[in-house]
């Protein structure tokens, strides 16, 4: 009987997985969270975030191309856009990564209890979790059995595949990682957020 090599490819039903070679990233939400989050990153009392951070929610810096258009948007958010130089922090790529890799989720989580939780705004604690978690994934983070909660402490650069991260790293020149976010949030009611948003954004992106 021959004996097969320790780094022999596993072929199961169409993946492919180096044995000895499982992710050794935490996993810090699940998989429902994730997907849940997409939704109400589209659909949230809010409106949908894509309007300011674009469709791909890596911000924006100006750009003809950034969709959808600032014109399309209503007067109060290009209004807004326009009044922090054209641009919007992103929320998914390498920035983002480098941005918050040294920190925690418990960062990242207080950062979202500043912005988006009462009285600033009305985000309840799991859609502000769902949308971190939808973050997070988006970034190249895995899913796993724990739901992401209020006491989950994880360092998010480890989070991510060290390919992210190098990616993440080769950007540092033009990112500080110390400041905290600071993000425009679109809406369907600006009158309603308006004095949450106009404070978002009175700060420069981190």
Wanted: hydrophobic share 40%.
């Amino acid at each position: 009987m021959h004996r097969l090599p320790v780094a022999l490819a596993v072929v199961f039903a169409g993946v492919t997985t180096l044995v000895g070679l499982a992710p050794d990233r935490p996993a810090v939400f699940t998989v429902e969270q994730a997907a849940t989050g997409r939704i109400e990153l589209q659909k949230s009392s809010f409106g949908d975030c894509s309007d300011c951070h674009t469709r791909t929610l890596a911000g924006r810096n100006g750009d003809a191309n950034e969709l959808p258009a600032v014109s399309s948007l209503s007067d109060s958010y290009q209004q807004l856009i326009k009044g922090n130089g054209g641009k919007v922090p992103d929320l998914v790529g390498p920035k983002f990564r480098m941005r918050w890799a040294a920190r925690t989720t418990k960062d990242l989580i207080a950062e979202f209890q500043l912005r988006f939780a009462p009285p600033a705004a009305h985000l309840s604690e799991d859609t502000r979790l769902n949308m971190i978690a939808s973050i997070l994934q988006a970034n190249g983070a895995l899913p796993g059995t724990q739901p992401l909660t209020t006491a989950t402490d994880a360092v998010i650069g480890g989070l991510f595949p060290a390919q992210a991260r190098f990616s993440a790293a080769s950007t540092r020149g033009g990112v500080n990682g110390n400041r905290s976010m600071r993000t425009p949030v679109a809406s369907k009611n600006a009158l309603a957020i308006a004095p949450a948003a106009a404070a978002i954004t009175s700060s420069p992106a981190p």
